[in-house]
């Protein structure tokens, strides 16, 4: 990896003391007749040829349809076909194949991450044998930099052969594929169509991070812990339901990070749709008291669907007797209720 390409050190040391630290505190308009009267046939055939056709008008029709359909269909079975929650647990491993420092995706040589990672869905199976682990692979694609770059965004998208390199190691496992984003002082709508072809693919999903989202913040990356809106959760919603229903694919997942109250705004006005399928991930590390206290103030009392939580291998067993929650500790309603159906290890 390049060093432009260099993770910010504030998405594994930076989120304690800046995360856990926070603790305590279509209706169709009607075609307007003219007044001077119906015009002659061929006026009319003339009219017609000289209209143009609005290709983005249709789209948003056929849209309207498909959500009304999906709409529809979920209200009769509760969810539509080929989702994949809550029928499964999902259990990924994060970080970036080229980065020793991003997660253990990339920290160890990948044959000995890999037989890490089986070991690790296998307890969870055996944790739960009831619910079906369905192993993700959590690639983070575009990345925020400590360095501007040429537009002066701050953010770094993964070269193509990087990511067909990750996308081939997801499909060796039979796992799912999640392609995170940090918009650094970007936004949404200018990176997320850069993924667009990649998500046609029905095994890969999304995660967007508030951490890195800094237009609000007006600063770079790492100076603040950023944050998003129910405005910026809705456009992926609604980019990721426009890509399941144009392609005719199953729901997607839309993974969204959060460990403090400030990276998620007005939670209540995100608005669902059966074509996509929600996780809220509690994402902080440390100390596993603060961790379950993290969880039940902004994934369990501000429930959006789903709910993750995120181990990290370095970071919180790092104070004794701090130590990596196993399983079993997870599962225990007594301490996380809703169970999660992601859980993400970094």
């Known amino acids: 990896m390049s060093p432009k390409q260099v993770h910010f050190t504030i998405s594994s040391a930076g989120r304690a003391a800046l995360g856990l630290a926070l603790l305590a505190g279509a209706t169709l308009a009607g075609c307007n007749r003219s007044e001077q009267g119906e015009a002659t046939t061929g006026q009319a055939d003339t009219a017609a040829k000289a209209a143009p056709v609005d290709s983005a008008k249709i789209k948003r029709l056929a849209m309207r349809r498909d959500s009304l359909r999906a709409d529809s269909m979920a209200r009769k079975t509760g969810q539509l076909p080929g989702a ?177 109250q400030g990276m998620l705004t007005n939670y209540k006005n995100i608005k669902l749709d059966p074509r996509v399928q929600v996780i809220m991930d509690m994402d902080g590390w440390g100390n596993p008291t603060l961790k379950k206290d993290s969880y039940k103030a902004y994934i369990e009392k501000q429930p959006v669907q789903y709910t993750g939580f995120k181990l990290f291998y370095e970071y919180d067993p790092k104070q004794k007797p701090h130590h990596l929650m196993t399983p079993a500790e997870v599962l225990d309603t007594t301490n996380l209720n809703p169970r999660p159906l992601y859980v993400q290890y970094q």
């Open 84 to 260: 994949l929650l809550p029928g499964h647990r999902i259990v990924a491993f994060y970080g970036n194949i080229r980065s020793k420092g991003m997660g253990i995706l990339g920290r160890e040589p990948k044959d000995q991450m890999m037989r890490k990672f089986d070991k690790v869905v296998a307890e969870w199976q055996a944790a739960d044998p009831n619910l079906p682990v369905l192993p993700a692979l959590h690639s983070v694609t575009i990345t925020a930099q400590g360095a501007a770059g040429a537009d002066g965004k701050y953010r770094l998208m993964n070269s193509k052969s990087t990511i067909e390199e990750t996308r081939a190691w997801a499909k060796e496992k039979n796992a799912i594929l999640f392609m995170d984003v940090q918009v650094g002082l970007s936004d949404l709508p200018h990176e997320l169509p850069k993924l667009e072809e990649y998500l046609k693919d029905p095994t890969i999903h999304l995660g967007i991070d508030p951490e890195f989202a800094m237009q609000t913040k007006g600063v770079r990356p790492g100076k603040k812990i950023g944050t998003y809106d129910a405005k910026d959760v809705n456009y992926a919603i609604n980019f990721l339901a426009r890509i399941v229903s144009e392609n005719h694919l199953p729901p997607k997942l839309l993974m969204v990070h959060r460990f403090t």
